[in-house]
């Protein structure tokens, strides 16, 4: 399970762009965000796949945990790391296809090619 729990993204150490995000995923389910242009999607999912810190922010409050694990202290590739190792250990498959949706989201953003 995913689970914001009231984040506030700062870029620069100065420039706040969210403030309270909260959202909850359940195995196997999907979200979608909604929102007008600024109003925060592509930075909450940039804080959800460690790619924040390529763009010098950073999560200042609030946590980001999947599956009990807290990853928002993750840059990309230590978050595609850990997705990676997981995929092998995990028990259950539904856990498997949303590793799988944050690997693709921190490849597709970093624009890394295998």
């Given at each position: 399970m995913l689970k914001v729990n009231s984040i506030e993204v700062v870029y620069m150490r100065v420039i706040q762009v969210l403030r309270g995000v909260s959202l909850e995923v359940g195995e196997g389910k999907i979200v979608t965000l909604?929102?007008?242009n600024g109003a925060g999607k592509t930075t909450t999912l940039k804080a959800i796949s460690g790619m924040l810190k390529t763009e010098e922010g950073e999560v200042t409050q609030g946590n980001i945990d999947f599956n009990g694990k807290r990853i928002d202290r993750y840059g990309p590739r230590r978050l595609l790391l850990w997705a990676s190792v997981r995929l092998?250990?995990?028990d259950a498959f539904s856990s498997i296809s949303a590793l799988r949706r944050i690997?693709?989201?921190v490849l597709?953003?970093?624009k890394i090619v295998l």
């Open positions: 909604l929102g007008a092998w250990k995990v690997c693709w989201w597709t953003a970093a």
